[in-house]
Each structure stands twice: as structure tokens, then as C-alpha cells.
């Protein structure tokens, strides 16, 4: 696998293994001290300023927007036990599902959208 395919199984493993580091010393440790309120917060902060910067057509601040959220969310994936091969799963179960069917099975698709 390339380093590039392979970075978000790395990143699992860091976020792991610094779940209980010091917290002086380690960003994703401070998160977790803080709890899974703060560490939701983080995700909702980055979804908002990845949507600003997409409002903005600003390309290069819509990625790094979205890294600071896709690392937000593995931080509260792993807070709440959530492996990478779940979504996975997810996504591969909604795989050649219309979005739209797929909402209307979940009871989440109104008319107009």
C-alpha cells in the first residue's frame, strides 16, 4: 500500500496509542481528557469552517479544512470505539444505493427536499 492509501491506518494507530499520553504534550490526549463533548464540538467547529472555505471557493482551505475534520472524526471514532472498517462497511453497504432511496428507507428524505 502507498503511504498515501496507508495514512489514515497510521493516523488510527497514533490517534490510539496517545488516548492516554500527557496531556502537556499531546493534542489528542488533551481531547480525550476533555471528553467526547469537546472532542464534538472540535468536529462541529471544522464541519462549519469546511463549508465557510467551500462558500469562499477557497480550494486550498477546503483541504485543509477537510484533514482538520476527517482527524476530528477519527478522534471521536476512536473515543466512542468506532474502528475505520465500520464505515467502511457502511460505505461499502450503500455502494450502487440511490442517496435518495437510501434517506427514504431511513425516513429522512421530505418531499422538495
Same mark, same amino acid.
Given at each position: 500500500?502507498?503511504?498515501?492509501?496507508?495514512?489514515?491506518?497510521?493516523?488510527?494507530?497514533?490517534?490510539?496509542?496517545?488516548?492516554?499520553?500527557?496531556?502537556?504534550?499531546?493534542?489528542?490526549?488533551?481531547?480525550?481528557?476533555?471528553?467526547?463533548?469537546?472532542?464534538?464540538? +472540535?468536529? @462541529? $467547529?471544522?464541519?462549519? &469552517? #469546511?463549508?465557510?472555505?467551500?462558500?469562499?471557493?477557497?480550494?486550498? =482551505?477546503?483541504?485543509?479544512?477537510?484533514?482538520?475534520?476527517?482527524?476530528?472524526?477519527?478522534?471521536?471514532?476512536?473515543?466512542?470505539?468506532? +474502528?475505520? @472498517? $465500520?464505515?467502511?462497511? &457502511? #460505505?461499502?453497504?450503500?455502494?450502487?444505493?440511490?442517496?435518495?432511496? =437510501?434517506?427514504?428507507?431511513?425516513?429522512?428524505?421530505?418531499?422538495?427536499?
Amino acid at each position: 500500500m502507498s503511504e498515501k492509501q496507508d495514512i489514515l491506518k497510521k493516523l488510527e494507530q497514533v490517534i490510539e496509542s496517545r488516548k492516554t499520553g500527557e496531556i502537556e504534550k499531546s493534542y489528542v490526549a488533551s481531547l480525550f481528557a476533555k471528553g467526547r463533548k469537546k472532542i464534538t464540538q +472540535k468536529v @462541529g $467547529e471544522e464541519a462549519i &469552517e #469546511l463549508c465557510i472555505a467551500a462558500a469562499h471557493n477557497d480550494k486550498a =482551505e477546503v483541504v485543509s479544512e477537510s484533514a482538520d475534520l476527517l482527524f476530528h472524526m477519527m478522534v471521536l471514532w476512536s473515543d466512542m470505539g468506532i +474502528k475505520q @472498517g $465500520e464505515i467502511y462497511d &457502511e #460505505l461499502l453497504r450503500r455502494e450502487g444505493v440511490s442517496g435518495i432511496e =437510501e434517506k427514504k428507507a431511513r425516513g429522512e428524505f421530505a418531499d422538495g427536499l
